[in-house]
């Protein structure tokens, strides 16, 4: 199965976001296989970049870190593929500016993002990385579930308690993409914490 081919955006209704960016994973997966779901933010400003591009794009450098820092020894998507991680956006189009303004998030969430999760039957638990991929899961549980998932506040606290939306035990962790991942040591460290204890779940 290619996510790409079954969730796509039906209209680009947002205005805070370049389109001629604009990436849902096209890499061949066995659904059955995936347990955890990794939610960055939005795809990087080139698509050289991106998580699953050709040779050595930044994004796959910092995840691919992530999980070597905590303890899982991988050194490609695939590896990370084969560990039943499977590593998507929050928002499908690169961003314009620093911040996202709500209703991109809420339309892409709903128009795509709700789906992609469904594509994967097999998962366990999904890993929020960053503030965004929290407000997206937010909307996406408010909608099915009458309240948001997480609540407001700095990650380092909200991390800390166990959230759940419907089966799935819910991970807000920080963003493992962009520059300032590999240098704030701190973030680092509850990262790899998260991900190793999503990936112990059963």
Do not use: H, W
Request: positive net charge.
């Amino acid at each position: 199965m290619r996510p790409s081919k079954y969730v796509k955006c039906p209209d680009f209704p947002c205005s805070d976001v370049n389109k001629q960016i604009y990436l849902i994973p096209d890499i061949e997966i066995e659904p059955e296989k995936i347990r955890v779901m990794m939610i960055s933010e939005a795809p990087p400003e080139d698509k050289g970049d991106y998580f699953y591009a050709r040779n050595d794009p930044f994004y796959m450098r910092t995840t691919v870190q992530a999980f070597n820092d905590a303890g899982i020894k991988v050194a490609s998507m695939k590896d990370v593929l084969d560990q039943g991680v499977y590593v998507t956006t929050a928002i499908k189009c690169a961003k314009t500016a620093y911040s996202i303004f709500p209703e991109t998030i809420e339309n892409c969430c709903f128009r795509i993002l709700e789906k992609e999760i469904g594509l994967f039957p097999s998962v366990k638990t999904i890993l929020l990385m960053g503030d965004t991929a929290i407000k997206a899961m937010n909307y996406i549980a408010k909608k099915n579930a009458g309240k948001r998932l997480v609540p407001s506040g700095p990650t380092y606290k909200i991390r800390k308690v166990k959230y759940f939306y419907k089966q799935l035990r819910v991970f807000p962790t920080y963003l493992q993409t962009g520059k300032s991942y590999l240098i704030e040591q701190s973030k680092r460290k509850m990262i790899a914490e998260d991900i190793k204890t999503a990936l112990k779940y059963p």
